[in-house]
């Protein structure tokens, strides 16, 4: 693994984070093109303007398109820039590793969502004591400009994941979410997804674990401009990591993770 920026040593961390980080966000990204400076810096502007001390972790997952390079130099920023794609999971794994803020959130890197959603979701769980804070684009006051395909493949696979799962999340794969330090702490040892599916089985291990406190927020997307990355193999790949994940659920291989009291 290579790194374009490399941020200096971090203090030793707790189950809080690190002094004076509140809230890290990883930017997991592959080829996004012109999409992601602009995404990063609204990033920037949004959690500097509101006050949150932050960090970003931009994870490049094996990109060819130059686009790390764009936001190297940002104040706050950390680029890491992976030779070799190996899926949006692990590029979330390597970001978290580095993570040292007290609350740990993810975002989608094309511009599809704005990144103020996230200091709203921060103000949301500050404020309720949530454990996870994710976006839920069937939430009443949601707003989408996908494409009816995108929206037809985002209804059936919801439901596919509630029957099988019974899960109390409508919409796992949306990418914006804001997880409490120590809960990621206890889950991320037993995710071993690596693409798509990385979302799916974080609500998994999390219900796995005991911790109930899961709070869908509304969110805005934005119609897509640039190429979907959510191709026919793609969501043949996803179908299938589901039903790996719903065999490891069987084989309790989350359950052993329950939150200490």
């Not at 990418?175 to 990385?198: M, N, Q």
């Amino acid at each position: 693994m290579n790194a374009t920026a490399v941020a200096a040593a971090a203090p030793a961390t707790t189950a809080t984070g690190r002094a004076g980080v509140e809230l890290s966000v990883v930017v997991p990204f592959y080829n996004p093109g012109a999409a992601l400076r602009p995404t990063v810096e609204r990033l920037v502007a949004c959690l500097t303007d509101a006050a949150i001390a932050f960090e970003v972790i931009a994870v490049s997952d094996g990109s060819t398109d130059g686009s790390a390079a764009t936001i190297a130099g940002i104040a706050g920023v950390t680029v890491l820039d992976n030779p070799i794609n190996q899926g949006k999971g692990a590029a979330l794994h390597q970001g978290f590793a580095a993570a040292t803020g007290a609350w740990i959130g993810f975002i989608d890197a094309d511009g599809d969502i704005d990144p103020q959603h996230l200091v709203d979701y921060l103000l949301l769980a500050r404020t309720g004591g949530h454990a996870v804070v994710y976006a839920d684009k069937r939430h009443t006051a949601s707003v989408s400009g996908a494409t009816r395909t995108r929206k037809l493949i985002s209804i059936t696979y919801s439901t596919l994941v509630s029957t099988m799962f019974g899960l109390d999340v409508r919409d796992t794969q949306t990418g914006c979410k804001i997880i409490r330090r120590d809960v990621l702490h206890t889950v991320l040892p037993r995710l071993r997804e690596r693409r798509f599916a990385f979302d799916l089985e974080l609500f998994v291990a999390t219900k796995a674990a005991g911790i109930t406190d899961v709070k869908a927020a509304p969110v805005r997307l934005e119609t897509r401009t640039a190429g979907s990355t959510v191709s026919s193999s793609t969501i043949i790949r996803t179908l299938r990591d589901t039903l790996v994940i719903h065999g490891r659920r069987r084989a309790a291989h989350y359950a052993a993770y329950a939150l200490a009291a």
